[in-house]
């Protein structure tokens, strides 16, 4: 099991998300989006959307990217850049990694 004090990684959950799947986690105090891309990685970035600042919970995987499900913005799971209008700017994205079966990220 890894530390936080360790690796500056916390726990945000349980890695029981189906591929494509995602939810909201608070992770240290944060809101974020945890998701499980199609190609099997975990991957953690901002909860709100930077086109009108709106929740990107429920919003589709689709393969390493995340649509917002209120203008259809697309982010990169990966490293939290557009892919899509209308969003302009970017998202945080934060290291992740799994850990028997709990997602840690490293919320910088
Ligand atoms: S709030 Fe996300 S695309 Fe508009």
Redesign the pocket.
């Known amino acids: 099991m890894l530390t936080t004090e360790a690796t500056g990684f916390v726990a945000a959950g349980l890695a029981n998300l189906a591929l494509g799947k995602s939810e909201a986690r608070q992770v240290a105090g944060r809101e974020m989006i945890v998701a499980r891309g199609q190609d099997g990685v975990y991957y953690a970035v901002a909860a709100m959307?930077?086109?009108?600042?709106?929740p990107?919970d429920g919003g589709r995987v689709r393969g390493t990217s995340i649509v917002?499900?209120?203008?259809?913005?697309r982010f990169c799971l990966k490293t939290g850049k557009v892919l899509g209008p209308?969003?302009h700017e970017g998202i945080m994205a934060y290291p992740t990694r799994v850990d028997g079966d709990e997602v840690l990220v490293w919320p910088l």
């Open positions: 959307c930077s086109h009108a600042a709106l990107l917002c499900p209120h203008h259809g913005a209308p969003a």
